[in-house]
């Protein structure tokens, strides 16, 4: 079994200032982590993935994310956040099963806002 | 570039038709998805499909079905539609060997009403 607990529903940063979006997962496997962002009114976008290589996963847009497994974190941070960084942002595990296409597991989301 | 396309972004329909959703890729991805958005709920799947013609019932598969005749193209079915269908209804394909180390590719999608 596996889960994703993202534990702030909402984030409020200014312009200019570092964003933390923070994930906690569970999973009986090695799993592989992702994170997906949302802008108003549209589908999902890949930020970035980790699936057992390096532990600090560089994504678009100057987002990374650290893959702690003694933690059982995957938190998404950016240096300098912009007004178009304002979105719903998912963390999503997956068992590494190499094979079907299920298992993702989705977290609740978090909307990040930016106030000028 | 990658391309999901849902053939509509808002529906409106009424408490009991039967609806169809299209959804098309043209990445010839082997994998199908199709989820519901809600909010404070988050993604939810509904079925998947990794062939043509096959298909897996997803967490939510109560009052919906889907088709797969081509690889390409995955309908989402409200056999008859209620309210409580109302949401945001995405779909998403990738490529094999699975969804561990695949990334889903997403449409806009569809916001349905049912009144």
């Known amino acids: 079994a596996q889960s994703v607990t993202q534990l702030d529903s909402h984030v409020s940063v200014s312009e200019g200032t570092p964003v933390l979006l923070r994930c906690n997962y569970s999973?009986?496997?090695?799993?592989?982590l992702f994170w997906y962002v949302q802008h108003p009114n549209k589908g999902l976008q890949l930020l970035l993935k980790y699936t057992s290589a390096a532990t600090l996963v560089k994504g678009i847009n100057g987002f990374e994310a650290e893959f702690k497994k003694s933690e059982t974190s995957f938190h998404l941070t950016k240096p300098s956040a912009h007004m178009s960084d304002a979105a719903e942002y998912f963390c999503?595990?997956?068992?590494?099963?190499?094979?079907?296409?299920?298992?993702?597991?989705f977290g609740k989301g978090t909307h990040l806002i930016i106030q000028p | 570039d990658v391309k999901v396309t849902q053939s509509s972004r808002y529906l409106v329909k009424r408490t009991g038709e039967k609806v169809f959703l299209e959804c098309v890729q043209d990445m010839d991805h082997e994998n199908m998805f199709w989820y519901r958005q809600d909010p404070g709920l988050g993604l939810r799947l509904i079925y998947f499909?990794?062939?043509?013609?096959?298909?897996e019932k997803g967490d939510i598969p109560e009052g919906y079905s889907v088709s797969r005749e081509k690889k390409e193209r995955f309908s989402l079915i409200l056999e008859s539609a209620s309210t409580n269908q109302t949401s945001m209804y995405l779909c998403?394909?990738?490529?094999?060997?699975?969804?561990?180390?695949?990334?889903?590719?997403f449409g806009d999608g569809t916001r349905l009403s049912i009144l």
């Open positions: 999973s009986s496997y090695s799993p592989s």
């Open positions: 998403a394909s990738s490529l094999e060997p699975g969804a561990g180390n695949q990334p889903q590719h």
């Open positions: 999503v595990v997956s068992p590494y099963s190499g094979g079907g296409a299920d298992g993702l597991t």
């Open positions: 499909s990794y062939d043509v013609k096959m298909k």
